[in-house]
């Protein structure tokens, strides 16, 4: 016990700490965290962008799939055609954009935080957008409309390869674990987003709108391109004309 005559800087040094809270998870959006190895992203996603390419040339001169892509399309009936079609509109380019602009803005207002907002307008967008670029480079073939059970009318006339609508699907829930992760939401947005994955792979596939290879390939671009797409839109675009706390 301290004497009435100690010092009060002594006295204080003997008080018990006091423990800080900790943070709160998610307090620090992992969007807007820099990536420590941003080179190693860079090389992983422009090796998959060479690679992706490649591959999309090879299927268009041997269309390995042309079978299970029919085989996919006789599923397109009654409600499960109805429902695969409406997907397919839904999540078009024109409501995919205002989509993503909706979503951006609410983070916005519900979290007042538009970086993060912008951060993950940006993402979805530096994902998706290039992908656009290798369909018209590759220009593969859609699936053959007079070789399908159940033909989209009417059909589409662009390339087929890589699927814009499975690329940006993906590029969103990405966009969307980079928000939730570290907190409790996490596994959840990664259960529903694989949901979503899922029906519109499956979808583009049994509209005979795309090959599975397409939808395949599309996955695999979104998941390793859209972290370079981040560091590329967040560490360097937005830290050096928006910078702010992260």
Same mark, same amino acid.
């Given at each position: ?5 100690? &010092? ?7 008080? &018990? ?8 998870? @998610? ?23 060479? *690679?992706?390419?490649?591959? @999309? ?16 399309? %006789? ?16 999540? !078009? ?11 951006? =803005? *609410?983070?916005?207002?519900? @979290? ?6 912008? #951060?993950?307008? !940006? ?5 998706? %957008? ?7 480079? /590759? ?15 009417? #059909? ?7 699927? @814009? ?22 596994? =959840?947005?990664?259960?529903? !987003? ?5 029906? /519109? ?10 090959? &599975? ?11 390793? =391109? ?12 937005? *830290?050096?004309?928006?910078? !702010?706390?992260?």
């Amino acid at each position: 016990m301290p004497t009435l005559g100690a &010092p009060a800087n002594n006295r204080m040094d003997r008080m &018990p700490s006091v423990k800080h809270a900790a943070p709160t998870p @998610g307090a620090h959006s992992h969007i807007l965290r820099a990536d420590p190895h941003p080179r190693r992203t860079l090389i992983v996603a422009a090796v998959a962008i060479v *690679a992706l390419t490649l591959l @999309g040339f090879l299927l268009r001169s041997h269309p390995v799939d042309q079978q299970l892509s029919q085989a996919f399309n %006789v599923l397109h009936t009654g409600a499960l055609g109805a429902v695969t079609s409406a997907v397919y509109v839904v999540i !078009g380019p024109g409501p995919a954009i205002v989509g993503t602009a909706l979503v951006a =803005v *609410a983070i916005g207002f519900v @979290g007042r935080h538009w970086r993060r907002a912008a #951060a993950f307008a !940006g993402v979805v967008a530096l994902t998706w %957008v290039p992908s656009d670029l290798v369909k018209i480079l /590759v220009d593969r073939p859609r699936p053959d409309a007079q070789a399908l059970a159940h033909p989209t009318v009417p #059909a589409a006339v662009d390339a087929s390869y890589p699927s @814009g609508h499975t690329v940006f699907i993906v590029a969103l829930v990405i966009a969307a674990l980079y928000l939730l992760a570290g907190t409790r939401w996490f596994r =959840v947005g990664v259960i529903v !987003g694989a949901l979503f994955v899922a029906v /519109v792979v499956l979808s583009v596939v049994i509209d005979g709108l795309h090959y &599975p290879t397409d939808a395949v390939a599309s996955v695999a671009w979104a998941l390793l =391109v859209a972290p370079a797409a981040r560091v590329v839109w967040v560490d360097w675009i937005l *830290a050096r004309f928006w910078p !702010g706390r992260r």
